[in-house]
């Protein structure tokens, strides 16, 4: 008699972890964080394609959030128009410029996003992206990883690589790991 009972808590506490499991990568899914430029950061680039092969590595979603690292009082962060993208023109700034860094963008819409360096020269010297933000992650995107093209010279490796496929950090997965052994020591 007692083993049927210890049977059905059994199968509640796998469902538990497995809910609990989803929950952790669901939430992880749910917003990223991209570096911007990778570790080489937001500079004056050592080519003028070096932001867009940046970007074209990453996957941007509404919820997501550019980080641009630089030194407050050598680069600046400027959302533009189209136009002033194509222009390397601040005179149609979409809200502040952003003097001070590092600093987090939030990307709260879909569509096309356009970022310059205010700096005279330096967004005619590469110094701008721009990026297309979906309106929701579509299906199981690969992990974000910080690394961005590398200039001549310095390799290509990054510090935020994934653990396991579908982990973008070491934290979610140790998150995910706490929460199933929390629900297993507690409701055993």
């Known amino acids: ?4 009972k210890r049977g059905k808590v059994s199968w509640s506490v796998a469902g538990l972890m497995v809910a609990l499991v989803a929950a952790s990568l669901a939430l992880e899914a749910a917003a990223a964080t991209h570096v911007v430029g990778g ?4 500079i004056v680039p050592p080519n003028s394609s070096f932001y867009s092969d940046w970007a074209s590595t990453q996957t941007f979603a509404v919820g997501d959030t550019l980080v641009f690292n630089f030194q407050t009082g050598s680069h600046t962060v400027d959302k533009v128009t189209k136009s002033g993208y194509d222009d390397c ?3 149609n700034l979409i809200g502040s410029a952003i003097t001070t ?3 987090s963008v939030s990307l709260t819409t879909a569509g096309d996003h356009y970022f310059i360096c205010g700096i005279p020269g ?3 010297a590469g110094q701008k992206l721009s990026v297309t933000v979906a309106s929701s992650p579509t299906g199981a995107s690969p992990p ?3 690394a961005g093209p590398s200039p001549p010279g310095t390799g290509g490796s990054s510090a935020a690589t994934s653990l396991l496929p579908g982990f973008r950090t070491a934290a979610t997965f140790s998150l995910a790991t706490a ?3 929390a629900a297993s020591f507690f409701l055993l």
């Open 1 to 4: 008699m007692g083993s049927g």
């Open 39 to 42: 570790s080489t950061g937001w």
């Open 89 to 91: 023109s601040t005179s």
């Open 101 to 103: 860094g590092p600093a």
């Open 122 to 124: 330096h967004c005619s």
């Open 144 to 146: 974000t990883s910080a």
């Open 179 to 181: 929460l199933v052994f």
